[in-house]
């Protein structure tokens, strides 16, 4: 399940239906619930906080969203945690639910967002997934190198799953060029031969770490049209 909020928004709130293995509504009338929230790749709670049940018979909880809930845009992932008289259960029982932060068109100060519009992922990004430590000016690099080979896509139109697998594009990439600091001044080049020597390389194989080339590759944009200049 996606549920998708503009940031800095608190409606509308966040509801669940929970049923047992049968398909049938789990009754809540003795129960009490939390709701809680982790940006994807973290695995500290941004949300740990009182849930609402609205309908007991019905196994109906909500979320109603507090000032500094979405501050941050970005992807997440969320779960009902209910306390029963005779033990504790998590819902979804399956998966978890997925929220969208959707970055809104104006920051703090009342400017168009423009430098961060296209940030994927951050340094802490790279030390959460990678445990790899990097500067911020090389993840902006890796950044930038992911940014043109995807292009501008809509992001109104890229699910959760696309936007966790250009955060890790970015944070491959980023990994990739602590090693390769070169990286600007290779020029484009296909074949290397000396020689008895022959060695080919895939397309901006010398330009592109290759597992950031395989989550790009999954994207949704890669294999559909939504509005993408592509540049890959």
Do not use: H
Request: charged letters at 25%; glycine letters at 6%; one cysteine or more.
């Amino acid at each position: 399940m996606l549920f998708s909020i503009k940031q800095g928004n608190t409606l509308p709130s966040i509801y669940i239906r929970i049923t047992d293995d049968n398909g049938d509504p789990i009754d809540l009338s003795e129960a009490s619930a939390k709701f809680v929230m982790r940006r994807a790749g973290s695995s500290a709670p941004t949300v740990n906080s009182d849930a609402t049940i609205t309908n007991a018979q019905f196994g109906e909880l909500t979320y109603a969203w507090q000032l500094g809930d979405t501050e941050s845009a970005g992807d997440y992932l969320a779960e009902f945690v209910v306390t029963f008289a005779d033990g504790v259960q998590t819902f979804p029982a399956k998966g978890t639910l997925e929220v969208s932060i959707i970055p809104n068109l104006l920051n703090d100060a009342g400017d168009p967002e423009l430098d961060d519009e296209w940030v994927y992922a951050s340094p802490d990004d790279l030390k959460t997934m990678l445990n790899v430590t990097a500067d911020e000016d090389t993840v902006v690099r890796a950044n930038a190198l992911i940014e043109t080979i995807v292009g501008y896509p809509d992001k109104s139109r890229l699910d959760s799953r696309d936007l966790l697998l250009l955060k890790k594009a970015v944070c491959y990439q980023a990994a990739w060029i602590l090693v390769n600091q070169d990286i600007l001044q290779r020029t484009e080049l296909d074949e290397f031969s000396f020689e008895s020597l022959r060695q080919k390389y895939g397309a901006d194989a010398l330009i592109i770490a290759p597992l950031a080339k395989r989550c790009l590759m999954q994207l949704s944009c890669m294999r559909r049209s939504i509005g993408l200049r592509r540049a890959y």
